[in-house]
């Protein structure tokens, strides 16, 4: 049995939706993989019908596909109201006794019958065969979808994970560590409909490709078709020019000299920005002041989708995505190296500037250093 898969966001799009449309159509067909026999047909605006032969992975998958609005295990009837009815009584034995209510949704307004006639002729049918109508709790719900050819009904209607098609939005670079909130920031940036490379700074000489970062990335591919590409820069070129550092400037430093590489590697693959998982006033590396005392080390614009998030939010949504768990695995990253009680948050930009001198050569050093490694 086929699959309607529809975007909802994609539908408010202008001259370029059929750009949107055939970027979704091919993450679609991307991520159904190992489903077995696969179709995917494009059917109407921001519609596509879906068959695969591995039906439970293949939900499962498209659950996954950024774009997607809504999955519906369809059947197709002609548009005809009498075949529309037939069908709906069809599945009398499976609803008898069930409160339920019809909802149609008239992509044609060409069609002789409006949404709430479909929905009061069909409920009647359904009242007749031993249903009871409740349009605020049903037990089932008899979805009509009334196209150019055809009708589509379906008792069956899963939530995608909505957002913009990954490829749409241009691509960025984001600066993952082995916590909790930056994974979550680079998942967010592709529901957003980015490409995504990722860049991570190591305190080992040289780091496993079995780590946690790694496995994280791997976590965060399931919703990503195709290969992401991550960058393993070395702390060592830093931590060597440190040492010379007063102790109290050693955090801002460090995170310019990262918005430095980044932007360094960021220019290579053409990156529209830099991603990170700040979020205001959570500590203090990312208040205000601090943020102004690094926001000018990066001449992309720098996002940061959880600047509003507290924990438990970001919390819920790692649980959600799958990266929580390994998240909170022991990891000894660059960041917590650097930690500090009381970071120099009031420098002004001729001190920045004389503190980073000992730093320029670091930045080039360690973008040479820096491994590739494709998940």
């Given at each position: 049995?086929?699959?309607?898969?529809?975007?909802?966001?994609?539908?408010?799009?202008?001259?370029?939706?059929?750009?949107f449309?055939?970027?979704?159509?091919?993450?679609?067909?991307?991520?159904?993989?190992?489903?077995?026999?696969?179709?995917?047909?494009?059917?109407?605006?921001?519609?596509?019908?879906?068959?695969?032969?591995?039906?439970?992975?293949?939900?499962?998958?498209?659950?996954?596909?950024?774009?997607?609005?809504?999955?519906?295990?369809?059947?197709?009837?002609?548009?005809?109201?009498?075949?529309?009815?037939?069908?709906?009584?069809?599945?009398?034995?499976?609803?008898?006794?069930?409160?339920?209510?019809?909802?149609?949704?008239?992509?044609?307004?060409?069609?002789?019958?409006?949404?709430?006639?479909?929905?009061?002729?069909?409920?009647?049918?359904?009242?007749?065969?031993?249903?009871?109508?409740?349009?605020?709790?049903?037990?089932?719900?008899?979805?009509?979808?009334?196209?150019?050819?055809?009708?589509?009904?379906?008792?069956?209607?899963?939530?995608g994970?909505?957002?913009?098609?990954?490829?749409?939005?241009?691509?960025?670079?984001?600066?993952?560590?082995?916590?909790?909130?930056?994974?979550?920031?680079?998942?967010?940036?592709?529901?957003?409909?980015?490409?995504?490379?990722?860049?991570?700074?190591?305190?080992?000489?040289k780091?496993?490709?079995?780590?946690?970062?790694?496995?994280?990335?791997?976590?965060?591919?399931?919703?990503?078709?195709?290969k992401?590409?991550?960058?393993?820069?070395?702390?060592?070129?830093?931590?060597?020019?440190?040492?010379?550092?007063?102790?109290?400037?050693?955090?801002?430093?460090?995170?310019?000299?990262?918005?430095?590489?980044?932007?360094?590697?960021?220019?290579?693959?053409?990156?529209?920005?830099?991603?990170?998982?700040?979020?205001?006033?959570?500590?203090?590396?990312?208040?205000?002041?601090?943020?102004?005392?690094?926001?000018?080390?990066?001449?992309?614009?720098?996002f940061?989708?959880?600047?509003?998030?507290?924990?438990?939010?970001?919390?819920r949504?790692?649980?959600?995505?799958?990266?929580?768990?390994?998240?909170?695995?022991?990891?000894?990253?660059?960041?917590?190296?650097?930690?500090?009680?009381s970071?120099?948050?009031?420098?002004?930009?001729?001190?920045?500037?004389?503190?980073?001198?000992?730093?320029?050569?670091?930045?080039?050093?360690?973008?040479?250093?820096?491994?590739?490694?494709?998940?």
């Amino acid at each position: 049995m086929p699959f309607s898969v529809t975007s909802s966001e994609i539908t408010l799009k202008g001259k370029n939706r059929k750009f949107f449309e055939s970027v979704l159509g091919r993450n679609i067909h991307a991520s159904l993989e190992g489903c077995g026999a696969v179709s995917v047909t494009k059917k109407g605006t921001s519609r596509f019908l879906v068959s695969a032969g591995q039906e439970g992975k293949a939900v499962l998958s498209l659950q996954k596909v950024f774009g997607v609005d809504t999955i519906s295990i369809v059947e197709e009837v002609p548009l005809d109201m009498e075949k529309i009815r037939e069908k709906a009584v069809s599945h009398c034995p499976q609803l008898k006794g069930k409160k339920i209510r019809v909802q149609s949704k008239r992509s044609n307004k060409k069609f002789s019958f409006e949404s709430q006639q479909i929905n009061s002729l069909i409920g009647k049918d359904l009242v007749e065969c031993g249903c009871t109508v409740d349009l605020r709790n049903p037990d089932e719900t008899v979805y009509i979808d009334i196209l150019e050819n055809s009708a589509l009904v379906s008792l069956v209607r899963i939530k995608g994970p909505g957002g913009l098609p990954v490829g749409t939005s241009g691509r960025v670079l984001s600066l993952i560590s082995g916590g909790i909130d930056s994974p979550v920031a680079s998942w967010l940036m592709m529901k957003r409909g980015c490409k995504m490379d990722f860049l991570h700074m190591h305190a080992f000489q040289k780091e496993p490709r079995d780590s946690k970062i790694i496995r994280l990335v791997e976590q965060l591919r399931d919703y990503y078709p195709g290969k992401i590409r991550v960058y393993m820069a070395p702390y060592s070129e830093f931590y060597k020019k440190s040492m010379s550092l007063p102790a109290n400037t050693e955090l801002v430093l460090f995170r310019r000299f990262l918005y430095k590489v980044a932007n360094m590697i960021a220019g290579k693959r053409r990156c529209k920005g830099i991603v990170t998982g700040d979020s205001l006033g959570q500590v203090a590396s990312q208040t205000i002041q601090s943020i102004l005392l690094t926001h000018d080390a990066s001449s992309l614009p720098v996002f940061r989708p959880l600047v509003a998030f507290n924990k438990d939010e970001t919390v819920r949504l790692a649980e959600k995505i799958g990266t929580y768990q390994t998240s909170l695995e022991p990891y000894k990253d660059c960041c917590s190296l650097v930690t500090q009680k009381s970071p120099a948050t009031n420098l002004k930009p001729d001190q920045l500037k004389k503190l980073e001198e000992p730093l320029e050569g670091a930045v080039r050093n360690t973008v040479k250093s820096t491994e590739i490694i494709e998940v």
